[in-house]
């Protein structure tokens, strides 16, 4: 499994309990997919720097996790259907080499 890091930006007319729920449908999706959730965190509203479907600003979301590429699939797929969802991107951490002077 390896290591990864979500940013999910929801549309901002979202109440904190719709917020409260997406996150943990999120974390039991991961779950179902054979996934393992390290740590989630809400960011809280953000003004963007350009505009998505008319949205000025957004709800960030961030999780950690580890998972295969194939449940990475499966989760990209379902937020893509999710109607609140703006945006999202994946990051795969990694070991930081120290590099030698």
Known sequence: MNTYELIIILNPQISDTEVGEFIEKT???VID????????DKLGRRKLSHAIN??????YVFFKMKAEAD????????LKL?????R???FKT?????LKK
């Open 94 to 98: 990694g070991k930081v080499l120290a």
């Open 27 to 29: 974390k039991k999706l």
């Open 88 to 90: 999202t991107m994946f």
């Open 54 to 59: 008319k949205s000025r600003d957004g709800f």
């Open 82 to 86: 999710q109607e609140t969802v703006l």
């Open 71 to 78: 449940t990475l699939k499966n989760i990209k797929r379902h």
């Open 33 to 40: 997919e054979k996934g393992e959730v390290i740590s989630e």
